[in-house]
C-alpha cells in the first residue's frame, strides 16, 4: 500500500541500505533484542511517533521497532542532523525498491527551515484516520511539547499572541499549532488521550518532562531513557568524545593540538568533550556554575573560569550545558580572529546568535553548508576580525558531522527500545492514583543492555560467586549497585 513521506532523494536508499548493514555489525544491543523479541513482537500495535536525528544509527533503531511489531512515522529533531540517504533507506525498507518503497514514513531532510521542522513534528502525529499514535519516541521533547502545548492552547481557547517566549522558533512553533487548530479545534485532546507514553532520550528533554509533572501538567507517563547509566554515562560521554571531533575535523579541519578550547559545562557532554580536545593536545580550559564539576574539571588537571575570561583567549569553543546564554554577542565580539564557535547541547541558545546577528555592520559569509564566517566591523587602524560559528550554533557533531558512532548508540536505542516496550505492555507501573509519572529503567535492564555490549568487545567478565554476593549484599544475577550508586 502506498504511503506518505517527504525526504530529500529516495534514489540515495542503496547507499543507505549499506551504511545500515555495516551499522547493524556495530549495534549487538538492538540486534540481540531483534533477536529476543522478534517472534513474540511486544510492540505490535504500539504505534511510534518518532522524534529523533534521522540517522544512520537511528534507521537501525526504526527497523527494530517494526522487527518487533511496530508500525513508526519518524521525524528529525534538529534540522541539520538528518543524514538524507539513511531517510531514502528506511523509507525504501529492506524489502521495498525505490519504485515500490515498503518501509517506513519518514519525514525529515538535512536543512529543513523551521517551519518545515515543526510541519514534519506534526506529520509524525497525524496518522491516517486518526488510528495513531499511541506512543511517542523523543529526543529533546519537541513532539511531547506540540501535544502538551496543542492541548493547552485548546483547552484555553486560543493560542497566546505573545509570551516571554519570543524566539522565532517559537512563534512558527505557535503558527504551527493555529494552523492545525484551525484545521481541527480537538486535534490535540484527541492525540494527548490515545498516548500511552513517551520515551525520551536526552538531558534537555527529561528536563521539560520533570518541568511538566512537577506542575502537573504531564498527559501520559514517560521513561526517562537519559539516565539510564548505559546512556548518559556513555552517548553523552564517549559518544561526544568521539563527535566532537569529527564535527570539528569536517567542519574546519584545524589543528587541535596546542590550541586553547573552552569548554561550557562540565557535565557528563562536558566531560566528554574535554577529553578529546585535551587528547588532540588542547590546553582546555572549563566553565561551570556548579562547584562538584568545576572541581572535578581542576582535578582532571583543566583550568576553570568564566567565559567573560576564557572568550578573549579561546581558539575554539564548545558549548554543552543545556543552558542558554553561555555565549553572548558581547563575548563574541571580544573573541580572537578566526576563533571557532559550536555547540554541542541539544537547543541552539546556547550561543546567542541573534544577538550577533544584530551587531552593527556585521558581515556573515557561507564557506560551506553549516560553516559560516562573522565577520565583525574593522575597528580603527585595526583590520577586520571574524569568527567561525558552526551549525549556525545548533549541535555541532550532528549539523557538521554524522553525530554519535553506531556502537554507543546501540547502548542508547537498546534502552529506548526496552523503555517503549515497558510503557507500551506495562503502562499501568508508570503511573500513580492514576496520575502520569516520569521514571527511569529499572537497573536490572541497565544491565542487561552494558552485558548485551560485552562480547563484542572481547570483555570476560568475572562471575560473583553465591558467597561473594552474600557478603556484599547483592543477587547474583544483580543489580550489582544499589539505587544511590553514581558510577
Ligand atoms: P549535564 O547536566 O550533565 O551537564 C551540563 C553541565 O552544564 C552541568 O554540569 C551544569 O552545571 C553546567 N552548566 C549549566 N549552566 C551553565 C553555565 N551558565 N555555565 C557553565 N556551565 C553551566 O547535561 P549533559 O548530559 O552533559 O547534557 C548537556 C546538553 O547536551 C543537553 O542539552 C543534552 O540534551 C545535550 N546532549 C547532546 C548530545 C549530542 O550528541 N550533541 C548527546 C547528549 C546530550
Not at 562536558?270 to 587528547?279: C, D, F, N, P, Y
Not at 564557506?367 to 551549525?391: C, M, N, Y
Amino acid at each position: 500500500m502506498p504511503f506518505d513521506y517527504k525526504i530529500r532523494d529516495i534514489s540515495l536508499a542503496e547507499s543507505g541500505r549499506h551504511q545500515l548493514r555495516l551499522a547493524e555489525h556495530e549495534m549487538p544491543g538492538l540486534m540481540s533484542l531483534r533477536a529476543e523479541y522478534g517472534e513474540s513482537k511486544p510492540l505490535a500495535g504500539a504505534k511510534i511517533a518518532g522524534s529523533l536525528h534521522m540517522t544512520v544509527q537511528t534507521a537501525v533503531l526504526i527497523e527494530t521497532l517494526t522487527a518487533l511489531g511496530a508500525e513508526v512515522r519518524w521525524a528529525s529533531c534538529n534540522i541539520y542532523s538528518t543524514q538524507d540517504e539513511a531517510a531514502a533507506a528506511v523509507v525504501v525498507g529492506p524489502n521495498g525498491t525505490v519504485d515500490d518503497p515498503q518501509g517506513v514514513p519518514v519525514f525529515a531532510w538535512k536543512g529543513e527551515t523551521l517551519e518545515e521542522y515543526w510541519d514534519c513534528t506534526n506529520e509524525i502525529l497525524t496518522w491516517p484516520g486518526n488510528e495513531g499514535p499511541n506512543m511517542i519516541l523523543d529526543d529533546g521533547g519537541d513532539a511531547t511539547m506540540l501535544v502538551h502545548k496543542g492541548t493547552e492552547w485548546e483547552k484555553a481557547g486560543q493560542v497566546p499572541p505573545t509570551t516571554e517566549d519570543d524566539s522565532e522558533e517559537f512563534s512558527v512553533f505557535k503558527a504551527l499549532v493555529r494552523k492545525t487548530l484551525a484545521e481541527d479545534p480537538t486535534k490535540w485532546t484527541k492525540i494527548g488521550e490515545q498516548i500511552q507514553g513517551v520515551t525520551e532520550e536526552t538531558t534537555t528533554g527529561v528536563h521539560r518532562l520533570y518541568e511538566l509533572s512537577r506542575a502537573d501538567g504531564l498527559l501520559f507517563p514517560a521513561i526517562n531513557v537519559n539516565d539510564s547509566v548505559t546512556k548518559s554515562k556513555f552517548d553523552n560521554k564517549y559518544g561526544t568524545r568521539h563527535s566532537v571531533l569529527d564535527g570539528l575535523n569536517r567542519a574546519t579541519d584545524v589543528l587541535v593540538g596546542g590550541k586553547v578550547a573552552v569548554v561550557a559545562g562540565y557535565g557528563d557532554v562536558g566531560k566528554g568533550v574535554a577529553a578529546a580536545l585535551a587528547g588532540q593536545g588542547a590546553r582546555v580550559v572549563v566553565t561551570e556554575i556548579d562547584p562538584i564539576c568545576a572541581l572535578q574539571a581542576a582535578m582532571e588537571g583543566f583550568q576553570v573560569t568564566t567565559m567573560d575570561k576564557a572568550c578573549e583567549y579561546g581558539d575554539i569553543f564548545v558549548t554543552t550545558t543545556g543552558n542558554f546564554d553561555i555565549i553572548t554577542a558581547d563575548h563574541m565580539s571580544r573573541m580572537k580572529n578566526k576563533a571557532i564557535v559550536s555547540n554541542i547541547g541539544h537547543f541552539d541558545n546556547e550561543i546567542d546568535m541573534a544577538g550577533l546577528a544584530k551587531i552593527p555592520g556585521i558581515a556573515k559569509v557561507e564557506i560551506k553548508p553549516q560553516v559560516h564566517e562573522w565577520t565583525f566591523p574593522a575597528d580603527g587602524d585595526e583590520e577586520a576580525r571574524s569568527i567561525i560559528v558552526l551549525s549556525e550554533g545548533r549541535l555541532m557533531n550532528l549539523g557538521n558531522a554524522t553525530g554519535h558512532p553506531s556502537f554507543v548508540m546501540s547502548n542508547s536505542f537498546a534502552n529506548q527500545t526496552i523503555a517503549q516496550i515497558e510503557l507500551f505492555t506495562n503502562g499501568d507501573a508508570y503511573r500513580a492514583n492514576g496520575k502520569p509519572l516520569v521514571k527511569t529503567l529499572p537497573k536490572h535492564l541497565d544491565e542487561k543492555v552494558a552485558r548485551a555490549h560485552l562480547d563484542a568487545l572481547g570483555v570476560e567478565l568475572t562471575a560473583l560467586r553465591k558467597d561473594q554476593a552474600e557478603y556484599i549484599g547483592v543477587d547474583v544475577a544483580g543489580p550489582y549497585k544499589p539505587e544511590h550508586y553514581r558510577y
